[in-house]
């Protein structure tokens, strides 16, 4: 993994905006390095490939930050409709989600292509990402050490070139951990600062928040503008700021 201006997510987004590159172009590279990296990795439990493609040909990207760029969402809280929604847990080996997250819908109005799902602890009750359901997550940096949790396939995803950004969530560690494990940026927003629910508004009394994992600073810095909101009903609520 490289990492710098020329490789990150809001550089590829340029050259989406440019038409250098299509989305459906990323979204086929993405499952092509999926399919060769994962069985190494066991990064991503979930794909949606035809339903991503034809995402790709049919949507119209050109007014959002991200143009069309191919990302991955965590196992756990950040659910679309109708596709697994297990948390990790054999318990829930069986479940589809029933509505897509407010999360998950931000992510695709800020132009991100939802391509799959990563590997989460069950619960995402430890810092090594280990479920029964799933199996090991592995460190692409070293296959002999974990990449942390509980978004630990959502780091290996970066690691291993899946994708740029990927969708990680955090209540005691669980963005930050794995972003100090695999050498990535992960911060953890102000409680009410990105979209919670439906469903869920209390959890942890607004202290596990959804976010992502990046690359660089400045993609960290992107998703915060695109990602904030303030939810009318939400339990926790925090004032907008000026993006930039």
């Known amino acids: 993994m490289k990492i710098n201006r020329e490789n990150d997510g809001l550089a590829l987004a340029k050259k989406l905006h440019e038409k250098n590159v299509t989305p459906f172009e990323l979204v086929e590279q993405a499952f092509k390095k999926i399919e060769a990296e994962n069985p190494k990795w066991n ?13 790709a040909l049919d ?3 050109s007014t959002t930050l991200f143009g069309g760029l191919p990302i991955l969402v965590k196992g756990l809280g ?8 297990t948390s990790g847990s054999r318990l829930l080996k069986n479940h589809c989600a029933k509505q897509t997250s407010n999360f998950t819908k931000a992510l695709e109005k800020a132009g991100f292509i939802v391509i799959g799902q990563t590997n989460t602890p069950e619960f995402g009750f430890k810092n090594i990402t280990d479920p029964s359901l799933y199996g090991s997550t592995r460190n692409p940096w070293n296959g002999d050490y974990s990449p942390g949790g509980s978004s630990g396939g959502a780091a290996a995803s970066i690691v291993s070139d899946m994708v740029l950004i990927s969708g990680a969530s955090d209540g005691g560690g669980s963005i930050r951990i794995p972003a100090a494990f695999s050498g990535l940026v992960g911060l953890k927003p102000t ?9 869920s508004g209390r959890g942890w009394q607004g202290a596990s928040i959804s976010f992502a994992l990046t690359k660089s600073i400045r993609d960290t810095a992107a998703m915060l503008d695109v990602m904030q909101t303030v939810q009318e009903l939400a339990a926790f609520q925090t004032p907008l700021f000026e993006p930039g």
């Not at 409680?191 to 469903?199: D, L, Q, S, V, W």
């Open 43 to 55: 990064a991503v439990i979930h794909t949606r490939k035809e339903k991503a493609l034809k995402e």
């Open 59 to 61: 949507k119209d990207f």
């Open 78 to 85: 950040q659910d679309i409709a109708q596709e697994p929604s």
């Open 191 to 199: 409680r009410g600062r990105t979209p919670i629910g439906p469903g």
